[in-house]
């Protein structure tokens, strides 16, 4: 395992090799073409130094598109059929989903997206359509990071400016 897939690797564990495998060249593919685009062009300049961060917001966002989005669809189309057909199980092939496994997938999805919270990832760095897309939701970002860092600091330097200029 590279030291740069190794994220993509950790999200995918435990996943069928085929769907593993495709995660994987999803994200081998998108990576390189980003990382191309980050090194290219003098617009994506101010990422080159996030590459590590870019992977790991790039492997988690294939990994919602192709796990999280599904299990969400599945939990969904369950609580469609259930409440207006009332059926108890849904059969797909020869699998039955139940109440119970929808229970279980549901609170998968709905841990993931606290996650998501906790960490304040927004919804759309993880939902895009091509690469030049998510490079610029997080140009977006790290603009807005600045600007709260700018903000802080003058913040701070206002309060003590006038701490300074009290008499007592």
Known sequence: ?????????????????????????????????????????????????NLKTIELILSLSIFHKRVISNLDAAVKFYKTVSLKGGAESISIGNYKLTADEKFQLQTMVITYHNLLKKYNIPQYLIDFYDNKDFLRNLLGLLNEIKKAENKDKSDNENKSNSSDELPF
């Open 1 to 49: 395992m590279t030291k740069d897939t190794q994220i993509i690797r950790i999200l995918t564990y435990g996943l069928p090799f085929k769907l593993s495998n495709q995660i994987f060249n999803e994200f081998q593919g998108r990576f390189t073409d980003i990382k191309y685009l980050v090194n290219k062009y003098d617009y994506y300049k101010n990422l080159r130094e």
